[in-house]
């Protein structure tokens, strides 16, 4: 496994160590990027985690329209198995067994072992870090898990689109906050947006440097599943390429703003919602 997949953990003083740190990392990074772009793994579980750091069989993925962490789209799961918000703790679960099956070859002390291993597990925390990206952050404080829990929990009580969230706040970063205000349905964003402010106004960033760096990690556009459905639909139904090419056109520059393609960037009407998604997605 080493030779073929993590070379450079045979460098390392504890070459069986350096594997457990470098799964873990690639794992965290992987369902991390996922993640921060509102995707949801159709069945992210156990025999779809891989020690190589990547996954396979998305089955009935979709991406978020608006923001809950319970949402889940697959057809065939019926107690929220494969929600947004389960989906890091599944891999973390995983990552602790894998790391169990390592421990005899960490230390001869059982105990010296446990604790390497739970050292090594603590770096899972990708996900962590890339919200901060998301909402600006450029140094770490304290406070900052807080704030952003809190931007979530905002966003599930407002019904607010997780994409245009997110890329809404460049613009609030650099100029003004109605485009995002506009998004949360009558529910309060405000408050959180001046505590956001403040926070960084403790960083000595230019507001157009911040803008553009937040750009860079919030996509305009998403595959959103009205529009795949919509391509699906007109190849199968007419053998009309059109919309799946204009799609994937679009999709190309995803962080770049393509204002002669603006209603890709837009959520579904309510007659346009897609509620399930199925294993041949």
């Known amino acids: 496994m080493i030779a073929r997949l993590y070379p450079e953990a045979q460098a390392g003083a504890q070459p069986y160590l350096e594997l457990l740190k470098a799964v873990i990392g690639r794992t965290a990074k992987l369902i991390a990027r996922w993640q921060l772009v509102g995707f949801i793994h159709g069945v992210m579980n156990t025999d779809n985690t891989s020690i190589a750091g990547e996954t396979i069989d998305y089955g009935p993925c979709a991406f978020m329209d608006a923001y809950h962490p319970k949402q889940v789209f697959s057809s065939i799961d019926h107690q929220g198995r494969y929600a947004y918000s389960n989906q890091p703790r599944i891999a973390h679960w995983n990552l602790m067994r894998f790391a169990e099956s390592l421990l005899p070859l960490l230390d001869a002390d059982a105990d010296a072992a446990v604790n390497a291993a739970k050292q090594a597990l603590d770096a899972y925390r990708a996900l962590a870090e890339g919200f901060r990206a998301k909402v600006g952050f450029v140094e770490r404080r304290d406070e900052d898990p807080a704030l952003i829990a809190e931007l979530l929990e905002r966003m599930a009580e407002g019904h607010a689109d997780f994409t245009l969230t997110f890329r809404r706040l460049c613009d609030s970063a650099e100029r003004h906050d109605e485009g995002v205000r506009a998004l949360f349905n009558g529910s309060p964003i405000d408050s959180w947006l001046a505590k956001w402010k403040d926070r960084l106004a403790h960083e000595d960033v230019l507001p157009s440097q911040r803008a ?32 799946f090419e204009r799609l994937l056109a679009v ?23 897609v509620l399930q998604t199925f294993c041949g997605t």
């Open 212 to 243: 553009a760096a937040m750009r860079a990690v919030n996509p305009a556009v998403v595959p959103r599943n009205h529009r795949v459905e919509a391509a699906i639909s007109a190849a199968q139904a007419d053998g009309d390429f059109a919309p």
């Open 251 to 273: 999709l190309a520059d995803p962080y770049g703003d393509q204002p002669l393609a603006a209603e890709y960037g837009t959520p579904p009407r309510p007659e346009e919602v």
